[in-house]
């Protein structure tokens, strides 16, 4: 029996899986080092690494780009320099605790809303502490709204 998500709507996790496929597909028409330059292209125009890879999937029809490199997309952006301070995952947290602090301020009786924003604040303290066990953090990183207002520049 599987237990619910904590913070969502939703059930439990799907199943679901990818496919494990190991060789790079017959049908795919482009070579590793044109999907680098793709990469770097989409990369230097501001792209990060979840909207890269739609793009590709959608637009160039490579269903993966660890089949093609034979590395993940971040391992690819962090050799050539790329690759952003902060995690994305981490900044798309703290834009939504400063959208929600934005919020609070003209609406002081959400208390809904209060609570997101305690909610949100505790998943980026997890997932600072996980990604500075990681190494993707340095280890005194200390989350704090003021900073985080100039960091992200919403």
Avoid: C
């Amino acid at each position: 029996m599987q237990m619910a998500r904590m913070y969502s709507r939703r059930k439990g996790k799907s199943k679901s899986t990818k496919p494990v496929k190991k060789a790079k597909p017959a049908w795919l028409r482009y070579q590793q080092e044109e999907v680098g330059q793709l990469i770097l292209k989409l990369a230097k125009a501001g792209k990060n690494q979840a909207e890269i890879g739609v793009i590709l999937r959608d637009s160039y029809g490579i269903p993966d780009v660890r089949v093609v490199l034979g590395k993940r997309l971040g391992g690819f952006l962090r050799e050539q320099n790329l690759h952003k301070e902060l995690p994305e995952d981490l900044v798309a947290l703290i834009r939504k605790d400063i959208f929600l602090m934005k919020h609070l301020e003209h609406n002081k009786k959400d208390m809904t809303a209060k609570r997101g924003m305690m909610l949100t604040e505790s998943k980026i303290g997890r997932l600072s502490k996980y990604y500075k066990v990681a190494g993707r953090l340095p280890v005194g990183w200390k989350y704090s709204r003021e900073q985080a207002q100039l960091l992200v520049g919403s």
